[in-house]
């Protein structure tokens, strides 16, 4: 099953949870790999995981 992989840090995770809720109302598949609070955090940390993930 193929699903859509989404990260941010610090400063996208607002617009993240926008978009989450947009994905649950298409009933369209995710995956949440951070960040998970507005706690300052780098992106590459998260651009790097997504990378991964979707590798």
């Known amino acids: 099953m193929e699903q859509i992989?989404?990260?941010s840090d610090h400063a996208g995770f607002a617009m993240k949870?926008?978009?989450e809720v947009e994905l649950d109302r298409l009933?369209?598949?995710y995956k949440?790999?951070?960040a998970?609070?507005?706690e300052r955090s780098d992106y590459p940390?998260?651009?790097a995981k997504v990378a991964k993930?979707?590798?």
């Open 5 to 7: 992989i989404i990260g």
């Open 32 to 34: 949440d790999i951070g």
């Open 27 to 29: 009933d369209i598949a």
């Open 36 to 38: 998970y609070s507005e």
């Open 45 to 47: 940390l998260f651009s």
């Open 53 to 55: 993930a979707v590798s």
């Open 17 to 19: 949870g926008h978009i």
